[in-house]
């Protein structure tokens, strides 16, 4: 199904650094590594071969002309293959997963720049894959397979070749300095003290099998020009020979010195070969005149905003981020920050030339600080304007519940369970293979150090941290049902919306977490036989065997449970009320009253109140529970009836349930527990109405009470919790 939005996505770039120590100065090559041809890609793994550039795209694990397969699921999803040599026949399976309308087009280039189409598919084959062939020009060096415009439905690509081009007998110009060809039009930074002249030599190749390459001249222009020399060029090339050219460097001064080297050959089409030389005299760039101006937010949600800038004439910028409170850290010369990293007490949220980004990890009602740097240069020779930059804040949303969306529904009428459930269901249904892309990729993902991410087990606390792109296996997470699979009255069917509905999907440690849990109820240990971090399972205080999140997530995990019943009961005529029993192994249920202590006790925060905001945003409905807690008190989620009287009855009758005397009749040591919460005072009444023991100003989950002092007979035993009072009899023998 198509989101009911188009996100934006952060965009990866591979780039490679070449640096050659000569004289102690050095130089390096800011092209991208390229393929040799043939290249070919059956998307086996995710680590892109070298030439192979993604941006947005994700994988089909159990489908393509042999699974996986790579996805591409939204407008702007692309692929780019950059390769150094002319190109044959391009192959390659294609096939529409739910496509209904829309543009996916197979493009070429010579330059990387601007792309032409060479296939565009409008129907692509539904269901299955079938390979296309088409064939590039010999001039092209990059090939793009894009997403151009979703109207519905996904693309799947497999088996991706490009073979090599048939030779060329005329003279074909190549220039590459190390082992990267730089492309006419392409920049080579080099860099040497001041006043100190080093040579830097580029190759010269003719890439044709019969003809010389003549080389008429070699020239230099630009604004630095008289700071560099050619030294030497090849007047003639053999075919399938390269020759050397030398550059000499001689900064008359410190920082940036700019020049255009121009090789004038009889190439037919590039008889005039440009290279861009950016020179570094001295240690670093010349540091920018001035910042960027003009700092403006928009699109602002509670988990997502666009920011973006006026730039200056530098040739990036660095953004910092911090929660709260201006930023007061700024970056060093010679240093070179990736996204996540901390700079002082900001944190990097981009680097580059463009003058727009958009952070992750927002989260509602936040105040976010930022800072933008100018910077000139690269790599080691970075130089960074640090004074007054440009600074600027904005607020998060807080609830983007919209105005009246509950207007129609009572917590009064005897039709509210039904008028809930109408209101959640139907909805836009997300897939489960996207949740990856959507969730993991658009909402879930925090940044940290060296351009890596981090995601966090919602049961556990663990950060596992990974480098894009993000793949559940890899990382050992799974996405976990909190209203589990096998609970659900159309199980094993994996093909409908409730299995799909991202509000109760979670990530976890699927080996330590989300296993540990299997198909148990929620509830509280009391005697845990395993553990991970900030989970636990084992016993409760009835002997039955439960799992028990971490405090933080305890009151996510209820309302995610309560939303999938009161929004899929009735559907297909199934009670959707929690089972009890669960299985032939699990005889008994889940404890509704503990969820809803935890609705209580662990109140909507600012994360879940934007993940609610933000899949509203992709399924067009909302939890209804996130936005109204109280909500919870008047569904018995037994049998999915409406509790008329709300949370008084659930109290009382959760108090009255979980209140546990053990061994009754008692002889000795009486011990008294209430499931789920803690007693803070109790009292021992005779049958005459005398208090005969009683206790206040504790907070125990279990007392352990000697009564052989008692004469013999029957007691009442009160006990006082945070949520009220309850009461039983015991027989002291």
């Given at each position: ?21 000569l ?32 941006s ?45 309308g ?5 493009e ?18 539904a ?19 894009i997403?151009t ?44 003290p ?11 190749e003719?890439l044709?099998?019969?003809n010389?390459?003549n ?71 010349t ?25 200056s ?12 409170s ?29 003058t727009?980004?958009v ?24 130089n ?41 269901n139907?909805?836009?249904e ?23 991410r ?38 094993p ?24 849990r ?64 669960i299985?032939?192994?699990i ?21 879940e ?9 992709l ?8 936005d109204n ?11 999915m ?15 009255l ?21 803690t ?12 208090v005969?023991?009683s ?39």
């Amino acid at each position: 199904m198509q989101p009911k939005i188009k996100n934006l996505k952060q965009i990866r770039k591979m780039r490679k650094s070449i640096f050659l120590v000569l004289l102690s100065a050095f130089a390096y090559s800011v092209s991208l590594a390229q393929a040799v041809l043939p290249t070919t890609w059956s998307f086996a793994t995710t680590t892109l071969p070298v030439g192979w550039t993604e941006s947005g795209t994700g994988y089909y694990t159990a489908s393509g002309n042999t699974p996986p397969t790579m996805k591409f699921d939204n407008t702007g999803d692309y692929l780019i293959i950059n390769f150094a040599s002319a190109p044959g026949a391009l192959t390659y399976y294609l096939g529409g997963n739910s496509f209904s309308g829309g543009t996916f087009t197979v493009e070429e280039s010579a330059n990387g720049t601007a792309y032409t189409a060479l296939h565009t598919h409008t129907a692509p084959p539904a269901g299955v894959y079938q390979m296309f062939t088409d064939n590039p020009n010999s001039l092209t060096r990059f090939i793009r397979f894009i997403y151009t415009n979703k109207v519905g439905g996904n693309i799947g690509v497999d088996d991706i070749n490009i073979a090599v081009g048939a030779a060329t007998p005329a003279q074909e110009i190549n220039v590459m300095y190390n082992t990267a060809t730089i492309v006419s039009g392409g920049t080579q930074t080099v860099s040497s003290p001041v006043s100190t002249m080093t040579p830097f030599v580029f190759t010269v190749e003719n890439l044709g099998t019969t003809n010389t390459l003549n080389i008429a001249s070699a020239v230099l222009s630009g604004a630095n020009a008289a700071d560099f020399t050619v030294a030497s060029f090849p007047s003639t090339v053999a075919a399938g020979a390269n020759q050397s050219l030398t550059v000499n460097f001689t900064p008359a001064i410190a920082g940036t010195r700019t020049a255009v080297l121009t090789i004038n050959s009889d190439d037919a089409d590039e008889a005039a070969y440009v290279i861009n030389l950016n020179g570094i005299g001295g240690s670093f760039a010349t540091e920018p005149a001035s910042q960027p101006t003009n700092l403006v937010f928009s699109n602002v949600k509670s988990y997502r905003f666009n920011a973006a800038f006026t730039g200056s004439s530098a040739n990036g910028y660095l953004v910092l981020r911090k929660k709260g409170s201006a930023i007061t850290g700024a970056p060093v010369d010679g240093s070179v920050y990736q996204r996540g990293d901390m700079v002082g007490d900001g944190q990097v949220v981009y680097s580059g030339a463009a003058t727009s980004f958009v952070p992750n990890n927002i989260v509602a009602s936040t105040g976010y600080h930022f800072a933008v740097y100018a910077y000139n240069g690269a790599g080691t020779n970075i130089n960074y304007l640090t004074t007054a930059p440009l600074a600027g804040n904005v607020t998060s949303l807080g609830s983007m519940m919209p105005v009246g969306y509950y207007s129609a529904i009572s917590t009064s009428s005897p039709t509210f369970v039904a008028d809930l459930h109408n209101l959640t269901n139907p909805h836009q249904e997300q897939f489960y293979s996207n949740y990856g892309n959507l969730m993991v990729g658009l909402f879930v993902v925090r940044d940290t150090t060296l351009n890596r991410r981090v995601i966090t087990c919602v049961y556990s606390g663990e950060n596992k941290i990974y480098t894009e792109p993000f793949d559940f296996t890899a990382t050992g997470f799974s996405r976990e049902h909190t209203y589990p699979h096998s609970w659900m009255p159309t199980n094993p069917a994996q093909n409908f919306p409730e299995y799909n509905d991202y509000h109760h999907l979670f990530p976890t440690n699927q080996n330590n977490a989300n296993a540990l849990r299997s198909n148990y109820p929620l509830g509280k240990v009391v005697n845990a036989t395993a553990t991970y971090l900030g989970c636990k399972f084992g016993t409760d205080a009835n002997g039955k065997q439960v799992f028990e999140p971490r405090d933080s997530h305890k009151g996510d995990a209820a309302r995610a449970m309560m939303y999938e019943a009161i929004c899929y009961t009735t559907v297909s005529g199934n009670n959707w009320g929690f089972p009890n029993p669960i299985s032939g192994s699990i005889a008994y249920g889940q404890d509704q009253a503990i969820l809803k202590q935890w609705n209580v006790q662990d109140a909507p925060d600012s994360w879940e109140i934007s993940r609610n905001d933000y899949l509203d945003s992709l399924q067009d409905n909302r939890n209804p529970f996130v936005d109204n807690p109280t909500f919870a008190c008047f569904v018995n989620f037994t049998n999915m009836s409406y509790e008329s009287l709300g949370c008084t009855a659930d109290v009382e009758e959760a108090l009255l349930n979980g209140f546990i005397l053990y061994p009754n009749p008692v002889t000795n040591k009486l011990f008294m527990n209430v499931d789920a919460t803690t007693i803070t005072g109790y009292e021992i009444i005779s049958m005459d109405g005398k208090v005969v023991k009683s206790a206040d100003a504790i907070n125990q989950v279990l007392i352990e009470l000697n009564i052989q002092d008692l004469e013999t007979g029957s007691y009442l035993v009160k006990v006082r919790t945070p949520y009220g009072e309850t009461q039983k009899t015991i027989v002291k023998n």
